[in-house]
């Protein structure tokens, strides 16, 4: 079974290969999660430099990758979608 910071490190190295590391930047750990089936979700965040848009124009993205606990394999990775609530911030 490997560890929280291998299922971390695993999640990290995918995410970086899937992008160049131009469009990456400030990548961040969200959470982790130990499945009752023994898989690690790893949700990660990070900047992505939108490379048609005016430069300096980022978009905050969030990945959760699903991580085989006994072998370290990644299974899945899909897009966090956040509830309109942590969108939007209260008048008060």
Known sequence: ??????AVRTASKYLSR????????DM???????TDDEFWLVTLSF????????????SRQ????KIRGENGEVVSMKIR???????????G
């Open 62 to 65: 969030y990945k959760i990758f």
């Open 47 to 58: 900047s992505f430099v939108e490379p048609d848009l005016p430069r300096f124009t980022f």
């Open 1 to 6: 079974m490997i560890d929280v910071q291998e």
């Open 81 to 91: 979608e956040l509830g309109q609530a942590a969108l939007s911030c209260s008048d």
């Open 18 to 25: 899937l992008y160049p590391s131009a469009q990456l930047q």
């Open 28 to 34: 961040q750990l969200e959470e982790v999660e130990l």
